[in-house]
């Protein structure tokens, strides 16, 4: 086994340090985030660090980037208080890592990289119509993390759109049955599959 240090990693050159770094944590979810600001301009970003909050309330946060390296979302998000997470599939993830590309404020990803904006009645985010697993979320709270000046943007579940065939009987998702990606670092795509479902363990 390999070892390394911190100060080896440290000398590391720039994109050989992101990618071991990215990826040390392992396997994660990978979603677009879809807001409009009160200008109607819409905005969709890829996000590979959304986690599980609580279930009671149902909170699910994120971690945004420092604003000047990417000031869209949460300034959307700031504006409006909603926003959409629309899972990422086998079909659309290359059209979805390109909305990682920094976009002008007036460019819609949407439409710079082909993916279809859709709004639903009393939501004024937009989710993606190609995805097929979508929800909303409405802002609850921004925690600046100072170490490093990203921001945990927290927010509180508010509707939920699946297709009935992934929820099982005791509310368990199978997203697998949606092709719902995972992500590794910041360039890599990977299928899932499920090995088994355990029983609630005990002491």
Known sequence: MKSFSVEQIKLMDRFTRTHFI???????????IGTINKLGQTNLAIFSNLVHIGADPALIG?????MEAAPHTLANIQETEFYTVNHIHSGI???????????PEHISEFEAV????LFRPGISAPFV????????LKLEEVIPIKLNGTFLVV???????IPAEIMDEDGYLSIEKANSLCSLG??????TK????????KA
Do not use: C, D, M, W
């Open 186 to 191: 910041i360039n890599g795509y990977y299928e």
């Open 129 to 136: 119509e190609e995805s097929k697993v979508q929800y909303v």
């Open 62 to 66: 994120f971690v945004n980037r420092p």
């Open 155 to 161: 927010g509180s579940l508010q509707q939920v759109f």
């Open 114 to 117: 082909g993916l279809t904006p």
């Open 93 to 103: 993830f290359e059209k979805s890592h390109q909305t990682s590309a920094k976009y």
């Open 194 to 201: 499920l090995l088994e479902k355990l029983p609630y363990a």
């Open 22 to 32: 990215n990826t040390l944590s392992g396997f994660k979810s990978v979603s677009l």
